[in-house]
């Protein structure tokens, strides 16, 4: 049985701040606990269905919010930020990403930390029962690893149309209180300066055989970071 509840204060303030800690250090048990999750998502053939994500946060919401996500043309982004629960019906949001409920003893917990209106989704379903074999499968591995406070899961979805050559990169306007995801090109990205937050896999071949591929899909850096080459690579 699949639970689902919205996220209250709680759940954000029990996050890590990813410009106040080092939440985006990833050790080698994390990198191990990945990699496992990535060859249950391929066996599976959720792959297709589920990311993995790096819980964090850069502020919490007020009593009574939700982080909601919608989609932008011109140039393509995405902006989040923390809007009334009150404000929209029963129906009209959907979970885009979760993380696993602690207070959930038997069958699955989900918390929804982000949300989007479903036309935002395309041709992805909303979470359902249906999903709660392979998020089963994904808690264990995650109980396994101790790692359930370090990582979450997301939908797959693509409303901004990315090619293989491009990549989310989140910043944050903390007075604003939005979360701004704008495409960027993966190859103008320098690696020691932005923290991975999101991964995919796909099934793949090398001269072994079959193999797993993960790939990044989300990039964040600290807020205040002003450096010119985060203008280079958003084309701003």
Excluded: N
């Amino acid at each position: 049985m699949l639970m689902m509840r919205d996220h209250d204060v709680q759940d954000y303030v029990a996050l890590r701040d990813m410009d106040a800690t080092d939440v985006g250090l990833l050790s080698e048990d994390d990198r191990a606990c990945l990699g496992e999750l990535g060859q249950y998502l391929i066996s599976t053939k959720a792959w297709q269905r589920f990311a993995i994500w790096l819980l964090h946060k850069h502020f919490e919401p007020a009593s009574g919010e939700v982080f909601v996500e919608r989609a932008l043309d011109g140039p393509r982004r995405t902006e989040t930020t923390p809007v009334g629960r009150p404000a929209f019906s029963a129906h009209a949001l959907s979970a885009t990403a979760v993380r696993f409920d602690p207070d959930v003893s038997s069958g699955v917990g989900v918390v929804g930390m982000e949300f989007a209106d479903p036309a935002d989704f395309g041709s992805t379903s909303p979470l359902s029962a249906d999903d709660a074999m392979a998020l089963a499968g994904i808690a264990d591995l995650l109980h396994a690893h101790g790692k359930t406070e370090r990582f979450g899961v997301r939908l797959i979805r693509d409303p901004l149309s990315l090619s293989d050559c491009e990549v989310l990169f989140e910043t944050c306007d903390i007075e604003q209180r939005t979360l701004h995801c704008r495409v960027a090109e993966r190859s103008g990205l320098p690696a020691h300066k932005i923290v991975e937050t999101t991964w995919w896999w796909k099934p793949g071949l090398d001269k072994a055989g079959p193999t797993v591929m993960q790939y990044c899909g989300v990039v964040c850096v600290p807020s205040g970071d002003t450096h010119s080459w985060m203008h280079d690579a958003l084309g701003t």
